[in-house]
C-alpha cells in the first residue's frame, strides 16, 4: 500500500501510458485516470516521463506538487466511499451538490491537508473529528 515517490509516480505514468494507448484499466487504475482527466494542466508532465520521475516541487518556489494534488483527490473519493472517517460520505455529497465536484475536493485538500500536516506534526494519527469539524466549515 504505502510506496515510494518514485513508484507512486511511476503508477501515474503507467496509467497515462494505459489512457494514451485506450487499454483496459483496473478499477484504481479508472480511479487515477479520472482524476488525471481532470487536471489537463499536467498532461505534459505526464507526457515527459523522466522530468515527471525526477521533478522537484518547491513549495518556496511557489510550486505545487501535481503528484500530490491527484493524490490528494483520490484519497478523498477513497474516504467519501468507504466513510472514513464516519461522516465524510455526507459531508463530501452535500459539498459536492453545493460546489461541483472537483470544486469540492479543491476545498476539501485544505482540511486533509491540514489534518495530515498537523498529524505529522505531533506524531499522532490524524484526528478525525477535528478533519471533519473543518470540513463541516468550508461554505
Not at 494514451?20 to 508532465?45: G, N, R, T
Request: aromatic share 6%; proline share 4%.
Amino acid at each position: 500500500m504505502f510506496q515510494s515517490r518514485d513508484e507512486t509516480r511511476q503508477v501515474y505514468l503507467t496509467v497515462w501510458q494505459k489512457m494514451q494507448q485506450k487499454q483496459l484499466l483496473e478499477p484504481m487504475e479508472a480511479l487515477i485516470a479520472e482524476v488525471i482527466e481532470l487536471h489537463p494542466e499536467y498532461h505534459d508532465l505526464l507526457d515527459s516521463t523522466d522530468s515527471a520521475r525526477q521533478a522537484e516541487f518547491s513549495p518556496e518556489a511557489g510550486q505545487s506538487n501535481p503528484f500530490l494534488h491527484m493524490g490528494m483527490h483520490i484519497a478523498l473519493r477513497e474516504q467519501a466511499s468507504t466513510d472514513r472517517p464516519t461522516g465524510i460520505k455526507k459531508l463530501h455529497k452535500k459539498l459536492c451538490k453545493k460546489k461541483g465536484r472537483h470544486e469540492a475536493e479543491h476545498a476539501m485538500m485544505e482540511c486533509l491537508g491540514q489534518a495530515l500536516w498537523m498529524a505529522q506534526r505531533d506524531n499522532t494519527l490524524p484526528d478525525d473529528a477535528a478533519y471533519l469539524d473543518c470540513l463541516k466549515h468550508i461554505s
